[in-house]
């Protein structure tokens, strides 16, 4: 099996395991995960978490050897199937998770900037070195990485085509976190210090945080009015008010 769904406690964890290609994304692969996904998002868990097997990398980008020699309609047709199934992530009802452990280049750090969150093992190493093919990201990496990183080091990064470790993906946001031993459990880990909330007011927020980097101010600020009045429809709210008065800890039911 090249891609592993598998329970964790209360989250979804998707193993990319192709370690003998350092879990490069081939076509079987990308179609696997959109899958995954779909089965994850039906499984009644609190996050999603990715992470590469082998221990050496998360994933060393699409996969080069399917690459060459592709048509220009076989081209299209493979960057519809991965911007699809990677945008799944957007609009997913739960919070996804990239535990970088390892390499994460190309269409891998794409997965990963796909996500809501990544975090990353000090040996992790990212970048987007398609300038270096001839060629230039596809799976949104060209639109995902300045709204995370910001324009001129996104340019960088992807003009120059060069390698960010850790700590550095650290200090510029790429990664929120570097974390020590199991990349998944630190995964988990970290996804406990949200997911403990109400996951639809979860959505609310994140759907609020992304519209902000395509909208003008004066909308954002009406979409935020909006999906905030949304919220306090809730019965979660409610009991996260009646908690803090009573002076106890709230139960929220996701509702
Ligand atoms: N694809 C296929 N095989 C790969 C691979 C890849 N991306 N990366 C590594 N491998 C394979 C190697 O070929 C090798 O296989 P064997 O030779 O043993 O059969 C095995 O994995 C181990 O790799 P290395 O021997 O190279 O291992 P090292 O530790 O020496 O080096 C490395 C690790 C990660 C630095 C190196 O493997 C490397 O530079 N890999 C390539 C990284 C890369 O350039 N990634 C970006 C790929 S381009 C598109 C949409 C999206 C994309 C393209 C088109 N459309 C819209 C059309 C996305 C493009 C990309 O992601």
């Not at 794409?110 to 070195?129: H, Q, S, V």
């Not at 909308?219 to 909006?226: C, R, S, T, V, Y």
């Amino acid at each position: 099996m090249i891609l592993e769904l598998t329970r964790r406690d209360e989250f979804s964890v998707i193993t990319l395991n192709r370690p003998e290609a350092l879990n490069a994304l081939n076509t079987e692969m990308i179609a696997d995960i959109a899958a995954a996904i779909d089965e994850a998002a039906k499984a009644g868990t609190r996050a999603l978490l990715f992470t590469g097997a082998g221990g050496k990398a998360f994933c060393a980008g699409a996969d080069i050897k399917e690459l060459l020699g592709r048509s220009v309609i076989e081209s299209k047709r493979f960057a519809a199937l991965g911007q699809r199934v990677f945008a799944k992530l957007d609009t997913l009802p739960i919070p996804s998770v990239a535990a970088i452990n390892g390499y994460a280049f190309g269409g891998g750090l794409e997965l990963a900037l796909a996500c809501t969150f990544r975090i990353a093992t000090p040996n992790a190493k990212m970048g987007l070195p398609e300038i270096k093919l001839a060629a230039i990201p596809g799976y949104g990496g060209t639109q995902r990485l300045p709204r995370v990183i910001g324009e001129a080091r996104a340019l960088e990064m992807i003009m120059t085509g060069r390698t960010v470790a850790a700590e550095e993906a650290e200090r510029i946001g790429l990664v929120s976190r570097i974390v020590e031993g199991d990349a998944v459990a630190a995964g988990m880990a970290f996804a406990r210090e949200f997911t403990k909330y109400s996951l639809p007011v979860l959505a609310l927020a994140r759907e609020a945080v992304m519209r902000a980097g395509d909208t003008p101010i004066s909308e954002g600020l009406k979409i935020e009015a909006d999906l905030n009045t949304l919220a306090f429809q809730t019965e979660d709210v409610q009991e996260g008010m009646s908690a803090f008065i009573e002076k106890r800890e709230a139960k929220f039911k996701d509702a």
